[in-house]
Nanobody
Framework: QVQLVESGGGLVQAGGSLRLACAAS????????MGWFRQAPGKEREFVAG????????NYADSVKGRFTIARDNGKNTVYLQMNSLKPEDTAVYYC????????????????????WGQGTQVTVSS
């Protein structure tokens, strides 16, 4: 079992930055593929970014490429999402997700690829 707790959300003006963090419980964090998703009001949950167990492979949604960066610190059991040049359309609840690397299907974008989810953190970008 893995428990995930997100932090770092808040209110920011357009063009600003935020860094989200997702702290994971357990001793085998380094064995997990991690992802960030978001869900805006009235919309479906969508993939934002993903990172493999070692941190060597990352993947981003087209809408955030060049603005967001995912990273992990396996020594701290934490994955981060650095968000720069924020836009009002980035407003959403951001969720952290995890799946053991041996169970990972290879589809970053699929919600069903991940077994564990955090409770989410709200990000609001004002224009």
């Amino acid at each position: 079992q893995v428990q995930l707790v997100e932090s770092g959300g808040g209110l920011v003006q357009a063009g600003g930055s935020l860094r989200l963090a997702c702290a994971a419980s357990g001793r085998t964090f380094s064995s997990y593929t991690m992802g960030w998703f978001r869900q805006a009001p009235g919309k479906e949950r969508e993939f934002v970014a993903g990172i493999n167990w070692s941190g060597a492979i990352t993947n981003y949604a087209d809408s955030v490429k060049g603005r967001f960066t995912i990273a992990r610190d396996n020594g701290k059991n934490t994955v981060y999402l650095q968000m720069n040049s924020l836009k009002p359309e980035d407003t959403a609840v951001y969720y952290c997700a995890a799946v053991h690397r041996l169970r990972y299907s290879g589809y970053w974008y699929r919600i069903s690829s991940y077994d564990y989810w955090g409770q989410g953190t709200q990000v609001t970008v004002s224009s």
